[in-house]
């Protein structure tokens, strides 16, 4: 189920390219719906940084998926991911902080979020990285359906 949904919405993203027939542009930083999001990922790194995952975590489409060097993940593997390798107990390794972020939307509810993150702090050493995230729009809110961090 979840690698199909998540292959569907790849080839419906490819198609968008491939035809043309997508009007796909890094939108304007104070665009409200660019606002929502990077605000919404500003959040939630400054409530990791308190030792709350959960704001990162309701970013998360309850069907999203997270692609890891074995496969495709579901919601309960990235929380695990998250607290395995990123927290000792309920504190942060090291601290996090979102920079870069574009938006780029496919439509009226689908959405590219693309980035960098750095984890910094605790006297270990300052790692970067990029992310790109399928986002999707429910309701009012904009959440997580596919998550490639590297």
Known sequence: MIKSLFYTTVLALCLFFITGKSNAQTAPDNDPRVIEITSAMNNSALEWNKGNLQPLMDMYDASATMSMPNGLVGLDSIRAVYEKYYFI??????????TDMKVRFLGKDYA?????????????????????????????????LHDHSG
Not at 89 to 98: E, H, S, V
């Open 89 to 98: 107990g309920k504190m942060p390794k090291q601290n996090l902080r979102y």
């Open 112 to 144: 590219i979020f693309t980035g960098g993150f750095t984890l910094y702090g605790h006297n270990l050493p300052e790692r970067s990285g990029r992310y790109s995230l399928v986002m999707i729009r429910k309701g009012k809110t904009w959440k997580i």
